[in-house]
């Protein structure tokens, strides 16, 4: 690899690919990309599985939700660094676990962490995350994206479709007063999913780490203060 001179003597070296042998464009872009980028050297010095997990770092540092004791669920938990961030905030250990954390495939194993290779949406999810907390979640977190097709319509659908999943998810296991943290993409088509959030959260509110990559449609919805699930959608479910 060679180095790039930049304007500034303070800032790093951009590094450029010295070869593009048997890379496609796409390849070659997002490589270039992590040589690049900050937030991954960042991540490797201090032990994350992912750049991502300084996202809910950023966001906890100005938000406050992740307190010591808590029980934590995160959803598309691959490959584990905002469980570790998680992990570490609300204080959960080996010896008493308060972190959940889903997703289709495998994930390696992190201390204070309990991994389930689930399909969040199944039927029987709800009771086994709350079997395996002890009780209910006092927040949801998930920075899940859906596979994109490169139609730019259809991906924001289907992100916007597994985002209302995991909401749906959040209010079945959320103890009152709970929080739920989703990645989104800006979009026209958020609207419904706000306005239920709206209806069952007590404030609901967009934002935006610096971590999140420049130029990257990204965003995340925080819905803090979970009312609970109202008396009579409760009577419905045990009439079912």
């Known amino acids: 690899m060679t180095k790039d001179k930049t304007t500034s003597g303070s800032r790093e070296m951009a590094v450029r690919l010295k070869t593009a042998r048997k890379r496609t464009t796409s390849q070659q872009k997002w490589l270039q990309r992590q040589l690049n980028d900050p937030y991954v050297a960042k991540a490797k010095a201090a032990g994350y599985k992912s750049r991502a997990a300084f996202k809910l770092v950023e966001i906890d540092d100005k938000y406050k939700l992740l307190k010591p004791g808590q029980r934590i669920v995160d959803l598309g938990a691959a490959p584990g660094g905002w469980c570790q961030v998680a992990a570490e905030r609300i204080r959960s250990t080996q010896e008493d676990v308060r972190i ?33 907390l002890g009780g209910l979640a006092d927040g949801v977190i998930s920075d899940m994206a859906a596979n994109t097709t490169g139609h730019k319509a259809t991906d924001h659908l289907k992100i916007i479709g597994l985002g209302e999943m995991a909401a749906a998810f959040a209010r079945d296991v959320l103890a009152q007063g709970g929080f739920f943290l989703c990645k989104l993409f800006q979009g026209g088509e958020t609207v419904n999913l706000l306005n239920d959030l709206k209806r069952d959260f007590a404030t609901v509110r967009h934002v935006k780490p610096a971590a999140s990559r420049a130029g990257s449609s990204e965003l995340y919805v925080l819905a803090t203060g979970f009312r609970g699930v109202p008396l009579d959608d409760a009577d419905t479910e045990d009439d079912e």
């Open 100 to 132: 959940v954390g889903i997703d289709l495939i495998d994930i390696d194993p992190l201390p204070g962490v309990d991994f389930i290779q689930l399909d969040f949406t199944l039927p029987e999810a709800d009771d086994i995350l709350k079997q395996k």
